[in-house]
């Protein structure tokens, strides 16, 4: 094998051997910033919360990653149709964690 074929060939091993322990550090994160943030006061995750607002599972089939990301910064502030103050305060990192998680497909 051509010694530039084994360096990317190595670069793939390694990547498909660390990247779920990446996937997995980045749920653990987010379901940390869903309780911290107090994400189940009002919408349910793996069945448990609050029902004012929907599941985070039922939001996978109908939004994009983009709309996940309006709810949660937009120039108004606010969350969840003006029912709710935005989370503007947390990084563009958390705001990333929250919007991979919710939304995995690209
Ligand atoms: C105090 C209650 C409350 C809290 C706390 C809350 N939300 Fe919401 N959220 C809502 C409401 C109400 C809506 C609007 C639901 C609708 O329009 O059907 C909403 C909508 C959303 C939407 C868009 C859903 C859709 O179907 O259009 C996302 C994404 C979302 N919330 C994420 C979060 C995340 C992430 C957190 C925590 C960081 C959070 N919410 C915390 C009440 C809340």
Known sequence: MP???????????LYAITFPF??????TEARKLINSQ?????HTLDG????IAG????????LT????????????RKHGND????FSHLSENEIDVLVNFIQPKP
């Open 38 to 42: 107090g994400c189940k006061a009002c």
């Open 48 to 51: 448990n919360g609050g029902v």
């Open 3 to 13: 010694p530039k074929l084994l360096v990317i060939a190595i670069a793939i091993i």
């Open 55 to 62: 599941s985070f599972e039922a939001m996978r089939d109908k």
């Open 65 to 76: 990653r983009a709309q996940v990301r309006s709810q949660l910064v937009n120039p108004e």
């Open 83 to 86: 029912k709710i103050p935005d």
């Open 22 to 27: 990446a996937y997995a550090d980045s749920e």
